[in-house]
């Protein structure tokens, strides 16, 4: 049997997307080999015996707690263990839910420095911290949805949320 690795993108961060991967997993799935799992956290590790490509298995309780694979990076195993990838389904509610907040507010920044120890960052107006430490304070004090656990990795990085 041939891979079929190629023929599926990455994940767009939407639900019919999402949906339509949840649909084609079983399949996806069946040629491939299993590496590891983390059973905290449902998540699977898989490996194409034919071209070698790593998936990972997502889900999300608001999908309908329905299991999907998508394509990540090569890593070690326990690595992978200890912080599994960022699940795309996850990183695309958790942008739904920050959306408002970001279209509320500006981030103005000051003339001062981020406080926080090491942080390259200036200060916004009006909090005294830089952006991503004054929404990690909000997170902190349950004002705002917690960033989803996981390793981020592309195309998930730098063009969705912090």
Same mark, same amino acid.
């Given at each position: 049997? #041939?891979? /079929?690795?190629?023929q599926f993108l990455p994940l !767009?961060? #939407?639900r019919r997307s999402i949906n339509k991967r949840i649909k084609a997993t079983a399949a996806i799935l069946k040629p491939l080999t299993l590496l590891a799992e983390?059973? !905290?956290l449902r998540l699977k590790l898989f490996q194409c015996p034919h071209c070698a490509q790593y998936w990972q298995t997502g889900w999300e309780w608001n999908l309908g707690g329905t299991e999907y694979a998508y394509?990540?990076?090569?890593?070690e195993v326990g /690595?992978?263990?200890q912080e599994p990838y960022l699940q795309p389904a996850a990183w695309m509610i958790y942008g739904a839910m920050m959306e408002p907040y970001?279209?509320?507010n500006t981030f103005e920044p000051s003339d001062k420095p981020c406080p926080v120890p090491g942080c390259p960052h200036r200060a916004i107006r009006?909090?005294?911290?830089c952006e991503q430490h004054h929404v990690e304070q909000l997170q902190q004090f349950g004002m705002l949805p917690k960033r989803p656990v996981g390793r981020l990795f592309p195309p998930y990085g730098p063009t969705v949320p912090a």
């Open positions: 049997m #041939d891979c /079929t690795c190629s !767009a961060l #939407d983390h059973p !905290a394509h990540v990076p090569i890593i /690595t992978w263990q970001y279209a509320k009006f909090s005294g911290v």
